[in-house]
């Protein structure tokens, strides 16, 4: 983990019907220089998206199947002054039934 502060994950299940799309939305703090936001399920990456120009809100759309169900989080990476990348502390945790 890092030290950086933790996004927010918001979870948008909609209807949750198969052929639906889970929505992640991973809101990462102001003023904060990303180069990556990385989302997770069950403790596994599933996307990792570039960084777009200072952007606060990422958004990943996952199909709605039985598969979907699960613990869902996010962090973003930073890279310091010394150009090492640095993880966030990692978002709530949202699950997806």
Request: aromatic share 8%; net charge negative; charged share 25%.
């Amino acid at each position: 983990m890092g030290d950086l502060p933790a996004p927010t994950l918001i979870l948008d299940k909609g209807s949750s019907r198969p052929g639906d799309n889970v929505i992640l939305l991973c809101f990462v703090p102001m003023d904060t220089l990303v180069t990556h936001v990385i989302f997770c399920k069950d403790g596994k990456k599933i996307l990792m998206l570039p960084n777009d120009r200072n952007k606060l809100i990422f958004e990943s759309a996952q199909p709605a199947s039985p598969d979907s169900a699960g613990e869902y989080f996010c962090q973003y990476q930073h890279k310091d002054d010394r150009n090492q990348e640095k993880n966030s502390l990692l978002s709530a945790r949202w699950y997806q039934d």
